[in-house]
């Protein structure tokens, strides 16, 4: 009798990392599996699947003369670089736990995640990270007992990381691999800390590949496809689609270890998929269209009249219509005389499937992808999901403004006040505690609240309006969604970050950040003479009187409530490494406030 085939429950209960890992070894043994920049940037090293198991294999036995064994935690504070993904998946191998760490944490952040996690082993890039980190080798409190420098010659007191592949596998070693259960963790992902100290969300191999089943159940892509790695692996969506997905798919990751080149790395991969927080396909978005504004008249025509026909395209497939054939003979002509070449100029003209989540992105930049052909899946989840939760999909749907329906791991209901409840077979474990327990937190019924609150249509697509605890709450009673205001200040291309603020406030204020590459394009496109400074430009009459018209002209898409009434305009851009946002780009709204606690208390003088 020929057996029935595997159900995705099946496959998630047996499989587990390890297992993906050798099976690729096996199966694609010539596949590339993992690029990075040569040390002289000249091009791709490159190693193939049966190269990762045996260098994996190798530094498993590196770690293993450590003391490190089965369900030990090591921390990882690298860039996106091979000794960082080659480790995760060697610790993997030998039943540990790695635990990576954001590069831009805070001395007294990796303190209390060392202490949290127990781990006795961290591995750190350089002399620099190593600084940080040595006091708590002496900590009482922290069980940390070594440190492994990875760059040579900048190991100090501490270990070099090139003599974990110099250690001998002792003979029978190879048994103590891969024996990891579907339901021991994978790993601990702390969460990036908008508010308060990072908890660290506790994921099995059965809850990632249950969500990695999910996802592929929603999206189409080729075999073995292509992925730019340059998020943080301290950031579930990273960790999902640079190292677990494609362990999953036998799919060929590019480590990008300086995010700002990202940009370059694409345009010379042309990967098949690219994901995105906001905040990237902003940046994008505002660099092709100073390009655009930079075409002669006619040809910039050409290329609005190009757009419009994608648009109408995309509307009909966001309907689930059929386009009629005349428009379909217009767009494939557009696509590829006016369209493709553009994309092709960033790389872009071999994408199949874009997408962005963690945090709502304006519908204006999304509208205006879709223009070039692009449609931005955007998708929502949290780290204890195991990111994703939902998300839309070219093959079963999608509406421009949501986040999609829910994926097939997961099912998704409203808490009476509208916040969003998760459960399913890629919910997270709980937070680890101290003392090693894990802590869950979802209810008797399996339910997970969020914190976000949204609604759900009749067609069962998922609205994002906001963080429960960022909601504004006006001094006469009325909720506003910040991040629905911000979204409609951004529109305009000089304004780059905006926060709103009014909490028990009769109205709303807003402080708004120049875009850095828009404003002097626009400045220059409008005689306003003030170069790159962007503090000028701040001050500048013109450039503050095209931002007031930006201001009213949100406010006429707001409702009263939503309407802001004042706003200082500032110069310096917020980034993770002034604290302003988190490693993944989400604005840390305490402390902008605390930042402009000042400017904030002005904007309601008499």
Same mark, same amino acid.
């Given at each position: 009798?020929t057996?029935?085939?595997?159900?995705?429950?099946?496959?998630?209960?047996?499989?587990t990392?390890?297992?993906l890992?050798e099976?690729?070894?096996?199966?694609?043994?010539?596949?590339?599996?993992?690029s990075?920049r040569?040390?002289?940037?000249a091009?791709?090293?490159?190693l193939?699947?049966?190269?990762?198991?045996?260098?994996?294999?190798?530094?498993?036995?590196?770690?293993?003369?450590?003391?490190?064994?089965?369900?030990?935690?090591?921390?990882?504070?690298?860039?996106n670089?091979?000794?960082?993904?080659?480790?995760?998946?060697?610790?993997?191998?030998?039943?540990?736990?790695?635990?990576?760490?954001y590069?831009?944490?805070?001395?007294e952040?990796?303190?209390?995640?060392?202490?949290?996690?127990?781990?006795?082993?961290?591995?750190?890039?350089g002399?620099?990270?190593a600084?940080?980190?040595?006091?708590?080798?002496?900590?009482?409190?922290?069980?940390?007992?070594?440190?492994?420098v990875?760059?040579?010659?900048?190991?100090?007191?501490?270990?070099?990381?090139?003599?974990?592949?110099?250690?001998?596998?002792?003979?029978?070693?190879?048994k103590?691999?891969?024996?990891?259960?579907?339901?021991?963790?994978l790993?601990?992902?702390?969460t990036?800390?908008?508010?308060?100290?990072?908890?660290?969300?506790?994921?099995t191999?059965?809850?990632?590949?249950?969500?990695?089943?999910?996802l592929?159940?929603?999206?189409?892509?080729?075999?073995?496809?292509?992925?730019?790695?340059?998020?943080?692996?301290?950031?579930?969506?990273?960790?999902?689609?640079?190292?677990?997905?494609?362990?999953?798919?036998?799919?060929?990751?590019?480590?990008?270890?300086?995010?700002?080149?990202?940009?370059?790395?694409?345009?010379?991969?042309?990967?098949?998929?690219?994901f995105?927080?906001p905040?990237?396909?902003?940046?994008?978005?505002?660099?092709?269209?100073?390009?655009?504004?930079?075409?002669?008249?006619?040809?910039?025509?050409?290329?609005?009249k190009?757009?419009?026909?994608?648009?109408e395209h995309?509307?009909?497939r966001?309907?689930?219509?059929?386009?009629?054939?005349?428009?379909?003979?217009?767009?494939a002509?557009?696509?590829?005389?006016?369209?493709?070449?553009?994309?092709?100029?960033?790389g872009l003209?071999?994408?199949?499937?874009?997408?962005?989540?963690?945090?709502?992105?304006?519908?204006?930049?999304?509208?205006?992808w879709?223009?070039?052909?692009?449609?931005?899946?955007?998708?929502?989840?949290?780290?204890?999901?195991?990111?994703?939760?939902?998300t839309?999909?070219p093959?079963?749907g999608?509406?421009?403004?949501?986040?999609?329906?829910?994926?097939?791991?997961?099912?998704?209901?409203?808490?009476?006040?509208?916040?969003?409840?998760?459960?399913?077979?890629?919910v997270?474990?709980?937070?680890?505690?101290?003392?090693?327990?894990?802590?869950?937190?979802?209810?008797?019924?399996?339910?997970?609240?969020?914190?976000?609150?949204?609604?759900?249509?009749d067609?069962?697509?998922?609205?994002?309006?906001?963080?429960?605890?960022?909601?504004?709450?006006?001094?006469?009673?009325?909720?506003?969604?910040?991040?629905?205001?911000?979204?409609?200040?951004?529109?305009h291309?000089?304004?780059?970050?905006?926060?709103v603020? +009014? &909490?028990n406030?009769?109205? @709303?204020? *807003?402080?708004?950040?120049l875009?850095? %590459?828009?404003?002097? !394009?626009?400045? =220059?496109?409008?005689?306003?003479?003030? +170069? &790159?400074?962007?503090?000028? @430009?701040? *001050?500048?009459?013109?450039?503050?009187? %095209?931002?007031?018209? !930006?201001?009213a =002209?949100a406010?006429?898409?707001?409702?009263?409530?939503?309407?802001?009434?004042?706003y200082?305009?500032?110069?310096?851009?917020?980034?993770?490494?002034?604290?302003?946002?988190?490693?993944?780009?989400?604005?840390?709204?305490?402390?902008?406030?605390?930042?402009?606690?000042?400017?904030?208390?002005?904007?309601?003088?008499?």
């Amino acid at each position: 009798m020929t057996p029935a085939p595997s159900t995705d429950g099946e496959r998630a209960a047996r499989s587990t990392l390890p297992l993906l890992v050798e099976h690729n070894a096996r199966a694609h043994p010539d596949l590339p599996a993992l690029s990075w920049r040569k040390p002289d940037g000249a091009g791709w090293a490159t190693l193939d699947w049966a190269q990762v198991r045996e260098h994996t294999g190798q530094l498993a036995a590196g770690y293993a003369a450590l003391g490190v064994g089965r369900g030990d935690h090591v921390l990882l504070m690298m860039a996106n670089r091979p000794e960082h993904w080659l480790s995760d998946l060697a610790l993997v191998r030998l039943g540990a736990v790695p635990v990576s760490v954001y590069g831009t944490s805070a001395p007294e952040q990796i303190a209390h995640i060392a202490r949290n996690c127990r781990a006795a082993v961290a591995v750190v890039e350089g002399a620099a990270q190593a600084r940080v980190w040595a006091p708590l080798l002496d900590d009482g409190a922290t069980p940390l007992a070594r440190l492994v420098v990875v760059e040579p010659g900048e190991e100090g007191p501490h270990l070099p990381y090139a003599g974990l592949t110099r250690e001998p596998v002792p003979e029978g070693f190879g048994k103590a691999l891969d024996t990891a259960g579907p339901d021991d963790p994978l790993t601990v992902v702390y969460t990036s800390g908008t508010t308060g100290e990072p908890k660290g969300v506790v994921l099995t191999h059965r809850q990632v590949i249950a969500n990695a089943l999910a996802l592929d159940a929603a999206v189409e892509l080729p075999p073995h496809v292509e992925h730019i790695c340059y998020l943080p692996f301290a950031h579930i969506a990273e960790r999902m689609l640079g190292i677990y997905l494609p362990c999953h798919r036998a799919s060929h990751v590019y480590l990008c270890a300086d995010p700002t080149v990202v940009a370059e790395a694409v345009r010379e991969v042309r990967p098949r998929q690219f994901f995105g927080v906001p905040r990237i396909w902003e940046k994008l978005a505002v660099a092709v269209r100073a390009g655009l504004a930079m075409l002669p008249e006619e040809q910039r025509h050409g290329v609005e009249k190009a757009m419009e026909v994608a648009r109408e395209h995309v509307g009909f497939r966001e309907r689930g219509e059929t386009p009629p054939p005349a428009l379909e003979e217009a767009y494939a002509r557009m696509r590829e005389e006016v369209l493709q070449p553009l994309l092709a100029a960033g790389g872009l003209d071999r994408v199949t499937w874009t997408a962005s989540a963690s945090a709502p992105m304006s519908l204006d930049v999304v509208r205006f992808w879709s223009g070039l052909g692009v449609v931005i899946m955007d998708a929502w989840g949290l780290t204890e999901t195991t990111g994703v939760a939902t998300t839309n999909s070219p093959r079963t749907g999608f509406r421009l403004g949501s986040v999609g329906r829910p994926v097939s791991s997961v099912e998704v209901r409203l808490a009476e006040d509208g916040e969003i409840e998760v459960r399913g077979a890629s919910v997270f474990s709980g937070y680890l505690q101290q003392d090693g327990s894990v802590r869950s937190v979802v209810d008797e019924d399996g339910w997970l609240a969020t914190g976000d609150v949204g609604r759900i249509d009749d067609d069962g697509y998922v609205w994002l309006t906001d963080r429960k605890k960022e909601m504004i709450v006006t001094s006469t009673g009325k909720n506003v969604s910040p991040a629905l205001v911000e979204n409609a200040l951004k529109e305009h291309p000089l304004i780059g970050q905006a926060l709103v603020h +009014g &909490d028990n406030r009769s109205y @709303l204020v *807003a402080l708004l950040v120049l875009d850095p %590459e828009a404003a002097p !394009a626009w400045a =220059a496109a409008h005689g306003v003479d003030a +170069g &790159d400074d962007l503090t000028a @430009l701040a *001050a500048h009459p013109a450039v503050r009187a %095209e931002v007031d018209r !930006a201001v009213a =002209a949100a406010n006429t898409r707001l409702n009263r409530t939503e309407q802001v009434k004042r706003y200082r305009l500032l110069a310096r851009e917020w980034g993770p490494a002034t604290g302003e946002l988190t490693p993944s780009l989400k604005m840390r709204r305490r402390v902008i406030r605390d930042r402009h606690a000042t400017e904030l208390t002005e904007l309601y003088a008499d």
